[in-house]
């Protein structure tokens, strides 16, 4: 039986993407750490650029849907809405 708290099935898949997330990080640091000096040097640095880069552009796309939800939200107060304001 486990000993852990009811989660909510949200709750549990983030904390098991966090684990995933975790573990893959420990994993290329190794291989980076332990291929260093080998054929396979270029490879794992090169996985480890392209990981870099798949999280940095997810950043980059979390701050865009920001700034166009921003905008939308700017956009709509502009606009009078008919069903908000009757004329």
């Known amino acids: 039986m486990s000993n852990r708290t009811h989660t909510t099935p949200s709750t549990e898949h983030a904390e098991r993407v966090q684990a995933a997330l975790a573990e893959a990080h420990r994993l290329r640091q190794q291989a980076i750490r332990d291929c260093g000096a080998t054929a396979y040097a270029d ?14 552009g997810q950043a980059r796309a979390v701050r865009s849907a920001r700034r166009w ?7 709509r107060a502009d606009v009078p809405n008919p069903r908000r304001h009757p004329v």
């Open 43 to 56: 490879f794992w640095r090169g996985a480890n650029a392209v990981w870099e880069a798949m999280v940095s």
């Open 69 to 75: 939800q921003a905008r939308l939200q700017r956009h």
